[in-house]
């Protein structure tokens, strides 16, 4: 096994498709919106991408059967739109093994004439987030105003830090081998998993590609968190805390 | 020195042996397991695996003289089984070098025809065992049926977390080897080296390779254990502390 | 991509210019110089630095764009005098990568026939600096001794724990390589961003390399840092705290 | 610069020296020795020994000249003794580091004919040392005898940890490639630089090697220590903490 192993499980048969990536980070929200898409419509894993710098470990499933830890990339066709959609359940362990994991998916996306990466993620902000705006990312100005015009929000250096991890480097490393690169970033609190926030992005998604998903269970998992966060604000004014819990209690309750 | 140096120190004579990996771990289950075997069994040392991986140290023996950190990987028949027994003081430091090692484990499991690999550890409950249950995990689903007909429970995702280090990867990699492998899980606290879970688990081991052992000595440190547990529980119960004692005081008294 | 790779912006047209090092450090001196530099002369990138030992990211312009984290060479002339400027947003994140990165400054300074790197930066004191003194140190000690004459301090083995870094390892590998290196580091308290020890470097660099600079935006600059200070010590003397703030409140506000 | 890249200074002209590794650690005893061996006798340095896994500085002398952080192996002759002493201010900063510079180290004894690798160092005992034992490990069995009988106490595993670093990898590694070691390690607290210690480790080694050198030096650096050890004494008493300052309060002031 390489350093990173791509293994072809079926061939892509896409010309030019879109290349979603949504691993996870802030608030899940990239791979929510990922993991909505592959459940809502019809797809085939493509490759699978094990790696010495994803964690030494298999994954074990409801059956008792286990999978080496990888990231796999998944082909569908939704109202003409052809998509690459990337997930998986953990980002690299090491720096390095950012850039060379998004060296092999920028491989593939030359190979199948990608014409435009998305990279979906969450921004934290800090706080509870009232209105679930999208901020945005590109990798070529003429991208920031066509991607403007569907209510994401560009500028202003948002956000401060960069972007960072696979989503970042896609757009950074694409634009040095030519390939168009979007980044969609949901504002979110950063304590918890926010299907709300990943409905925000997925919106933009379907306007920006011209298609239509059903949200329910974005909706429904939504309607959960918030029942969630609704008792730990009770929590807090029972116990007279008095504002929102803190990153140790809460990081990533999903 | 090779980033990892098998170093052969005896041929390996058996044909389609079974492959038994018991590095330390969680309660130490799967070590305590393959010394058991080593020390009820007759047995050579076949290979000894050097790497950068593993701490950068010698062991002091008894008598003054040292020995550079390695893993064992020893020959042993028991009843007609054939089996390479393999263990070790130490896990590789980086994560990295959890991969390259279970890479050499299979290039020799592939070389001699293994024809399966039964990974031992232990799981952490978290809490003090009442009975010693076998959590199994596999990386085949016809392997699933077998070993569950031997009183080892699989599935619902159990554990949680996947199987970490070389018992995970011996399953993961393993099965894009086609090298079957099984994962044995004892239950345990977690915060005790634990022979009675390892006992637990030589029992499936037996049962499932149809052998027989003597667990006099795994009986006798359980109950040295025992011991502890009890002087533990009193020293709380004076103290009034009321449960059981922290992680950082317990973790791995043996 | 490389680990280390070198993107050839610009021919470099100077003829054995000197290279002047302002990577981030202590007080973000030596960024401050650098970057002071490039704003007050006409300059050309000629280098793009990217590298797997940079964090895995790409920073968002004010626009929306992105850019995939860098070090830049640029190169200037001022009364006479070739430069080449190398500034950056980011060190390297792994040990390494220091020594990697500055192999890359060290090949194209012997190519370009580089007659002397400057490597300027920051030595902290750990208090508020009154008198902005210049320690140097140079890889050769007829170095020493033309530099000292600029009213820069050498010797008594300052600063105690060495020249960490790039900066250190321009003059330390440079010795090896025959390449002469000279590092100024401007006294700073360490707890902030120092534009006025910034000036102090610069005023000696102006010196050595006889050319003339207009200061205004850097003691500009420093007079809001003087501000900020201001405020902080009224802030102690109402708490009653007493000295200076503590390092973690303070450290790089900017 | 290769990952490790070992400079030759001087040809080595002794035929079957014995190697002294005296590198920093525990209570610096071992550094102590070394610095004492090539201070009291004429020496001159053969190889300087920089890699990517020392830290990426320079250090700075005392007249302002700087030098890249490295191990360096002096040669000198001591009553018709020849040795090959190596010491440093830095040990590897990886874990793989320390095994490949081990390696450069044991190529040097392949080529010139080492017949005996002397690692010197501290082992911590946790509280003032009255007695200053050496405690000795070898990776052969004959030289735990020969050494034994210079007073030197071996055996029921100590140190428990094993031995840590260039030092136990000198004798593991050298044990596979042929080359005798013997690492000697003075008892000492753990918390000061310990001349003292440093004294005993000599003592023993002058007796082993057959060579006379005055201690007077290391005496006096000795009575400067046991003067701060009273002072930190006195001060415990004063303020009635009752025991021995803790680590983090004292740990290597020298």
Known sequence: MDEIEVVEVNEIEAENPVMVEGLPGVGHVGKLVAEHLLEEFESRVVQRIYSHHFPPQCAVDEDGTTELVCAELYECEVDGVEMLVLTGDHQSQTLDGHYKITEKLLDTAEEVGVERVYALGG??????????????????????????EHGVEFGEGEPEGGIVGVSGLLLGMGELRGVDGVCLMGETSGYLVDPKSAQAVLEVLTNVLDFEVDMAKLEERAEEMEEVVKRLEEMNTEMDIGSFPSDDDLRYIG
């Open 123 to 148: 921004v934290a902000t800090g706080e509870l987030v009232e209105e679930y705006n999208v901020v945005g990312a590109a990798n070529d100005e003429s991208l920031v105003d066509e991607i403007a």
